[in-house]
């Protein structure tokens, strides 16, 4: 048997969050990915804000400076400056990944992490010692350690639309567009990132406990095709995209041992009231670079501070329990907060005296109810 493979970084689980980290990462530390499966291509789609002037800016397919808000009564156009809406398709980031480190790459499953304080050795099932590293960055999907109270999905299918003639307004992305029919439980709505005036994805997304078939998912999105007046007869599905993302308010533990940290999803970097999730894993993926460049640990802070887990939790338990309406809720929000606050909370990065803007411009008496719910289950 040879020896396993000895580096400083073992990223267990080369998704998302550890191709960022290979992205980010400058030359000098050894590295492995340990992954069944060597990630290249388009798998997904990535929409996120954040501040221009990143190393990611080269990849993106488009961005926006400004973003629409539909219901069926209004539609409101949100300014985002300085921050600005994203769009990074997954190949460019999997190939930058693929470039920028001579990482060793162990296609096999992880199974076991051996930390014995110094060193971390990463098992295969069988036994098999795979890797050898001074530190783990583990983005295996694993549940949460302790299980939500409440556990909603966002589950969504896009479709990539081709025009022969231009039926696209670049300039012009739909962030969430709630003229779709509504769930008896939860909330859906439509969007449209459009990358020029013939190519756009349009997706169909749902906040709610269970996934659609196929089936619905198709005809809800030939409904909002029929919504936004495209004539689906012209235009050719390019590409499929499914997702099912959680959004639970249980907690996930982002260091299991010394020198084993979780990042992505399995690490909490999912915002429970959404979902979205790309901004957090791209700030610590930065934070793990900048650390290791300057001779520390590779430990990024947590995704999101506790308050917003909380605030999360409430507005979580207030959606399902049917306290507040859910497109009324969004709705609210937007109306009565700056758009850049909103989506600086929604990032983790809003300070006290924002929360409490935002705290105030939701529902008081129901949101009051969700977190005395909230408390109660918490004690018991
Ligand atoms: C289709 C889709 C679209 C999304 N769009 C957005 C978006 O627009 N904005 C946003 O903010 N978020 C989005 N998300 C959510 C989130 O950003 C992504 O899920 C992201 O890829 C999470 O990164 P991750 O590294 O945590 O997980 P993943 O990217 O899923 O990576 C986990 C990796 O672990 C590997 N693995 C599994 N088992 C083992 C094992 N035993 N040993 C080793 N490796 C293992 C898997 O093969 C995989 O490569 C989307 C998710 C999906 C599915």
Redesign the pocket.
Known sequence: MTDPAEVDIAL???????SLVLAALGPGPRVAV????H?RGQD?????WGSPGTFLDPLLSASWDAVDVVTASSRRTLDLQPLRYAMLRSAPLYELANKNTAAVRVTA???TLRDDGDHVLVGAPDGTPLVRASWVLD???RPPARPGRTNWLQHFRGWWLESDKPVFEPGRAVLMDFRTPQPARGVSFGYVLPVSDRFALVEYTEFSPAVLTGDEYDTALRGYAAILGLDLTSLRVREV???V?PMTDGVFEARPSPRVVRI???GG??RPST?????A?ARQAAQIAREVAAGRPPVPDAPYPPRHRWMDAVQLRALDRGLVDGVGFFERLFDRNPATRVLRFLDGTTSWAEDLALMSSSPLLPMTRAAAGDAWARIH
């Open positions: 267990v689980g080369g998704g998302g969050a550890a340990v992954d069944p499966v990630k997904r789609t990535w929409a996120f499953p992880a199974h983005s295996r999907p995209e499914d997702g993302i992505g999803t399995a970097a999912t979902g979205f999730t790309f901004t894993m």
